[in-house]
């Protein structure tokens, strides 16, 4: 059940000028929360552009200094309120150094707000922008947010953003029972093309977090305005904010869905260096023959150099990166088409490469590839030489099932 449900219905050189839903939220639904008691559940990413000025200001800190506006709790997902930990590394609580509100952690032992978190709460906001892959723990954490939201009968306002990706671009496999994980949270293909809001409303109305139909409270979206699902990030006048560490750049997040499946292998997905998931080696390849093969296999909308690269540790993006410090041979994944680049095929026919040509070093952490994967027959079947286009071929009926299932969560 949804309570004031708000509904609102490329080209490189002109960006377009799209208003988030933080955005909307301070200029013209500002009543939603006065007078009331706010958790704020965000990062480095929840910024508001200011009317008139060239900055942009942390949702937290724009909403604090409003007259009759009371934040009693911060919810920090992974990497934290500020955005500079590192991936992996657990989230501590504490107190917010700019404006002295306690912080809780949910990138510790709590994935979840308890009911003593949320005691002094009336109603939570959401504010994180995704990057459109389902192993990205930011949904996860909005899945748990909204299910505590519900089972503590606090209302709960997601401040939509854009998928950086597209919202119309949809592959990959779907997460099955068993791989549920806080990188699988609900069963979505890996490449969902789908905004923030619209998973939030895909999550109540398909019952994932459970069954609330007689809850008092309920899901607010507070929509984009002048966004269009053809949209890359890189088409609007909003500027580019790391998601986390180690997506520096529009480019990375496109590539993303693909060579993160990488991290569920021993093959560096090049954290360690400045172009993490768009560089991809180890010790022992050698760059033109994954080349050769790779187009042998049939790749679309980019193109694939040499690299040579030593992955070091970089402060506040990877303390210990595979192979560090030592000579990784590999490939430099440029993008030249967007459109027809489908990452997560590129990312099945990168790891048969690999498993093939290097069927003696090459080897699959098992249980994080599945996880990421979401379906643990992907790597049974690569381990037994199945060609790409036919493990891409098996996930497409229940994919477009999803396809289907998603049209009647779309607000755009």
Same mark, same amino acid.
């Given at each position: 059940m949804f309570f004031n449900s708000f509904n609102f219905s490329q080209n490189h050189t002109k960006k377009i000028e799209v208003s988030t839903g933080a955005d909307r939220l301070l200029n013209e639904y500002i009543g939603l929360i006065k007078n009331k008691r706010l958790g704020i559940v965000t990062n480095h990413t929840g910024v508001i552009s200011l009317k008139g000025q060239d +900055?942009?200001?942390h949702i937290v800190d724009s909403l604090y200094k409003i007259?009759? +506006?009371k934040i009693t709790a911060l919810f920090g997902p992974e990497h934290g309120i500020r955005g500079d930990t590192p991936a992996g590394e657990k989230i501590e609580s504490g107190i917010d150094p700019k404006?002295?509100?306690?912080i809780y952690s949910l990138y510790d032992a709590n994935k979840k707000p308890t009911p003593e978190m949320l005691k002094d709460v009336d109603i939570l906001i959401f504010d994180i922008q995704d990057v459109g892959a389902r *192993?990205?723990?930011y949904i996860s954490t909005l899945f748990y947010i909204i299910q505590a939201g519900f089972e503590n009968n606090i209302p709960v306002i997601v401040l939509d953003r854009p998928n950086p990706i597209n919202g119309t671009s949809v592959e990959g496999p779907i997460r099955k029972e068993d791989q549920t994980s806080f990188v699988g949270i609900a069963p979505i293909p890996i490449r969902y093309g789908m905004t923030i809001g619209e998973l939030a409303k895909l999550y109540v109305g398909e019952g994932y977090i459970g069954k609330f139909g007689n809850s008092r409270t309920g899901l607010t979206i507070i929509e984009?305005?002048?966004w269009e699902r053809n949209f890359y990030y890189d088409d609007l006048s909003l500027k580019w904010i790391n998601t986390s560490p180690n997506i520096p750049t529009v480019n990375s997040a496109i590539v993303y869905p693909g060579t993160c499946l990488i991290e569920g292998t021993?093959?560096?997905e090049g954290r360690g260096t400045q172009s993490p998931f768009t560089t991809i080696g180890a010790p022992f390849i050698k760059s033109e023959d994954l080349i050769r093969d790779l187009n042998i296999l049939g790749i679309n909308g980019v193109k694939l150099e040499p690299a040579e690269f030593t992955p070091v540790e970089i402060t506040g993006m990877v303390s210990n990166p595979k192979y560090k410090n030592e000579i990784c041979y590999g490939i430099n994944?440029?993008?030249?088409?967007?459109?027809? *680049?489908?990452?997560v095929d590129f990312g099945i026919k990168l790891i048969y490469s690999l498993h093939k040509l290097y069927p003696d070093k090459f080897q699959f952490r098992e249980s994080s590839f599945d996880r990421l994967t979401g379906d643990s027959s992907i790597r049974k079947k690569i381990i037994d030489g199945v060609k790409p286009d036919e493990i891409i071929k098996s996930w497409q009926p229940e994919l477009n099932k999803f396809i289907e299932l998603r049209k009647k969560y779309l607000l755009y």
């Open positions: +900055i942009d200001t007259e009759g +506006i404006t002295k509100i306690p *192993f990205y723990t984009l305005k002048n021993n093959i560096s994944i440029i993008v030249t088409d967007r459109d027809r *680049f489908k990452p």
